[in-house]
């Protein structure tokens, strides 16, 4: 049995971790490890507040259901307001969501070796891969397991970390590794996520959000997008920032979907160039034999939400 600290503050969490125990915000491993360091009572790592500048600092502790009132990146809301069911929001971090562990029965069951347990290879890629990558890029076929990722990274969202050299601010794409199969994310074992920084939200931009999934409710997706379109004066489209996940190791922006819809006019369907960059996003798809059909899933679900994010 783990022996559990309980610090209420950033520095006593810091010493413990230094001393070899490991962060925990109320959610289990499959491995307990000797000493926890349980994040619950720590202040400084709850709650929404504006800054100076615009932008909206969220606590690693600020609990799902907080960030599904979030008026000011609808975005954001509506991906946390269809996460889980209302008692995962209500007990569910942020900073849980984003750093947790690659969803693969491979993995949690003790009987399997593979390049995430200290062994080498994947199993999943030679037995059960229906839930797996599109985009393969390493030895491990699980796709990444956050929402709020993904629509963090459509918001170009920012993380601050904490460790024994500091505090660290980083882009969240660069909170992850698409190459390395052993790591859930870069934080080293000492090292403690605060906080999310949004951006000054946009106004009058459209958003949309789709969960494609195998039942309506409290199931892991198989193909997440967030679409968020920015007006220029004229109405048209400015700037758009078009994510996925579910799909890769790591969340994905679609740089060729974003450039096809600047100029887009809301109220219309999209135009051909749109379905140009959808048929390369297909087109750099690399699936395995099992999740071949999320290919087709992928450009539907993108199809959906542009649709909905452009509509009247």
């Not at 209302?86 to 969803?103: M, S, Y």
Request: proline share 9%; charged share 20%.
């Amino acid at each position: 049995m783990s022996t559990i600290v309980r610090p209420d503050s950033l520095d006593g969490a810091l010493a413990a971790l230094a001393e070899g125990a490991r962060p925990r915000a109320g959610g289990v491993e499959q491995a307990a490890p000797a000493a926890v360091v349980d994040l619950t009572g720590v202040a400084d790592l709850r709650g929404i507040g504006p800054n100076a500048d615009g932008t909206v600092r969220i606590g690693a502790m600020t609990t799902v259901a907080a960030l599904a009132d979030l008026d000011s990146h609808p975005a954001l809301a509506l991906t946390a307001g269809a996460l889980g069911t209302p008692q995962i929001r209500g007990t569910a971090t942020v900073g849980g969501n984003l750093l947790q562990r690659t969803r693969c029965a491979y993995l949690r069951n003790p009987v399997f070796s593979c390049a995430r347990s200290g062994g080498t290879g994947c199993p999943s890629r030679e037995g059960d891969h229906l839930h797996g990558v599109v985009f393969d890029s390493g030895v491990c076929a699980a796709p990444h397991p956050s929402s709020l990722a993904v629509a963090l990274l459509a918001h170009d969202a920012r993380v601050e970390v904490v460790g024994p050299g500091g505090a660290r601010t980083l882009p969240i794409a660069d909170l992850y590794d698409a190459v390395d199969p052993v790591r859930d994310h870069r934080l080293s074992p000492d090292e403690i996520l605060v906080a999310v920084t949004l951006p000054a939200g946009t106004p009058g931009e459209r958003v949309a959000h789709r969960r494609a999934a195998g039942r309506s409710r409290a199931e892991w997706p198989l193909v997440e997008a967030v679409v968020r379109l920015s007006p220029a004066p004229d109405g048209t489209v400015e700037r758009a920032a078009v994510a996925v996940g579910a799909v890769a190791r790591v969340p994905l922006r679609l740089p060729e979907v974003e450039t096809a819809l600047v100029g887009a006019v809301p109220g219309t369907p999209p135009g051909p160039e749109v379905d140009a960059a959808l048929a390369e996003v297909v087109a750099r798809c690399s699936p395995l034999p099992g999740s071949r059909y999320k290919v087709e899933l992928v450009r539907a679900t993108l199809t959906d939400v542009i649709g909905r994010a452009l509509s009247p």
